[in-house]
DNA sequence: TTGTAAGCGTTATCAC
DNA sequence: GTGATAACGCTTACAA
């Protein structure tokens, strides 16, 4: 009679590691090592030979080791995740590409992200009221977000860095990347004025629908468009607002044509408004721009294909630019605490993408 | 002489709370309980006195404590951690809202998602050659992705849940949430050849300029139209492919023009493709859909006020589903082997949302 | 229902 | 440059 024990009938199945995974006591026997030598192999190469490190690695590959990043994390200390504050979806134009660009930069570096998307009063007082992320992240980047003096009080009192992307004030953040809106709208103004235009209008959304929306960079367009046009003498700004509600295109529309009197140029608050109303104008007959001029705001996908005249801007970039500032922010607290990433504050300069939906004024009584 | 330790400096700091975090012994000490009670008054509330868990809750509101989620994970053996893999990056409209999705339900749940997108074969190939996830995630989800038989099978090394989203196979899967790309192409060809049209042509990219894209939906989409206009005798199917590179638009354009003989009716393979086409074919005099019909895929942000006939697909919903399965899948693989969501698979219903850019047939010559 | 105590798999502080 | 060992802050048998 054969007797096979249980260990003996598992044994090759744990030896091929496909069972059990492998710790970093397996590799360090496997290695002829110890435990602190694989660590210090995997977390500070340079401080073991390389010869050493070669044989720990070959060790590893062969057990099909990985380092446990919970391990790591609750012995370092640090918890290896970034909470992401926004004030709206993350499948907006915007927010999809700083989510994009901040992964760039934080995810070769072993950090994760963990979004907060706050789309009501509700959700946002619940946050800053539990702050469940105290204690859990390593930083807080703040993006396209209206956040008040309390709240970002409640921020730093985590003692993690914060760091925020188109914010209203650098005040109560420790870095931030954020374009002027303001600025950005008088280059529009100047456009328009310089082809003759001097009955503008300004539509964006009715500010007040939701309390909690990216109602800062809103308001900043807005106010830039005003002091622009106010700039110049002769020029009549015609601030008209939406409702969030309904087909965008057909409230655009009757915007326009209820105005009086006419513009002969419009700024849309950004490209999601002015596609749809670039759309339905010329469907209804208004030629664009020889009829009306048209401007948008961000740049997105589609602008360059319709050849539509806006203000370019890049989440994406803003993103992984804030994402290195964080970093640096991160290792400098445990650290140096002033070699954090220079300037910490940072305005990208938004550009006038000069295409097809603006022209010359024309006046129709001529 | 006044002699102050630094200890009794720093008592009032410690004491408010605002320097050191504190830990789950704090809390116990303040609550007058275990730490095991804390513990479980947090993990699994119904196992502690109610009143016991109010002043475990109190002390720990009192010491601002929230739970360290590394020292929780690693205990459990749980990382709390999804890898989610894209063929491309997260800002498309696909991706971004099957992330949205995802999170709508894996956030609240405590889980964190971790992005590998893959843009290239390099990377596709380093990631399934170190497999850097390994012991690092509770559960892998694959999306919009065309694995291959290997691929899959190094994922089931992992020995942790994989959920499919539009996969080319459930092959390999333990549960997935796909959309028939080939039948929804059909409906689209049943809806043309009904209103009258036999010389459809069918646009998407170049299969072969990236060897990592969704492949899989482009070519089923492809497949689909083939066959369903075969099905139709006196109906001529035309496949046409757009290099990837340049303007979207001018290339359908061109695509269309030089089409002989001339379609009367384009299925479009997304709607990022037919939507630049609508406009600049409409802005080269083409009457749509007087004289051109055209169907897009998605029913994506701008379709609906831009009137565009499209298949509706909805990868939020995709996303939340593809996350309930995966999470029923995780919590059962530890105890109850058979007890995850049923049904594991399932496919969503695609629809063809009728608008303004299709229209019946008519007779160039007559 | 609650307390005691033994780890989970790393990293850090020492020695050597 | 490398090794022994003590934490890190929780969860979970098991005991009471």
Request: charged share 20%.
């Amino acid at each position: 009679m054969v007797v096979i024990s249980l260990s003996q009938l598992f044994h090759c199945h744990f030896q091929e590691g496909s069972v059990t995974q492998a710790s970093i006591q397996a590799v360090a026997r496997e290695a002829g090592v110890s435990v602190s030598t694989v660590s210090r192999a995997f977390a500070k190469p340079d401080l073991v030979l390389p010869e050493t490190r070669e044989r720990v690695m070959a060790a590893a590959e062969k057990l099909n080791y990985r380092i446990s990043r919970s391990a790591a994390a609750l012995k370092s200390g640090q918890s290896f995740r970034i909470a992401l504050l926004l004030s709206e979806s993350i499948v907006t134009w915007f927010n999809s590409r700083i989510y994009a660009g901040l992964d760039s930069v934080f995810h070769p570096a072993g950090y994760d992200i963990s979004v907060f998307s706050m789309t009501n009063a509700d959700e946002r007082r619940n946050f800053f009221t539990d702050l469940p992320v105290r204690r859990n992240v390593d930083a807080v980047v703040v993006s396209s977000f209206n956040i008040e003096p309390d709240e970002s009080r409640k921020l730093k009192s985590m003692n993690v860095p914060i760091v925020g992307i188109n914010i209203p004030s650098n005040n109560g953040f420790d870095a931030g990347v954020s374009i002027d809106d303001h600025a950005a709208e008088h280059i529009a103004v100047d456009h328009l004025v310089a082809l003759g235009h001097h009955r503008i209008a300004y539509i964006g959304y009715d500010e007040m629908d939701d309390r909690s929306a990216l109602r800062y960079s809103a308001s900043a367009r807005l106010q830039g468009f005003m002091d622009a046009c106010n700039s110049y003498p002769g020029v009549t700004p015609m601030p008209l607002s939406l409702d969030h509600a309904g087909d965008p295109a057909n409230a655009v529309l009757n915007c326009i044509i209820s105005a009086s009197p006419a513009p002969s140029a419009v700024c849309l608050c950004d490209d999601e408004l002015a596609i749809p109303a670039l759309f339905r104008l010329r469907q209804y007959g208004r030629r664009i721009p020889q009829d009306l001029s048209l401007i948008g705001f961000d740049d997105n996908l589609y602008a360059p294909s319709l050849g539509l005249t806006t203000l370019h801007q890049d989440p994406y970039a803003m993103g992984a630019k804030a994402a290195q500032k964080t970093l640096a922010l991160i290792s400098s607290d445990s650290k140096h605490p002033s070699a954090a990433a220079e300037p910490r504050f940072e305005t990208p300069q938004v550009q006038l993408m000069l295409r097809e939906t603006t022209a010359p004024y024309v006046d129709p009584d001529a």
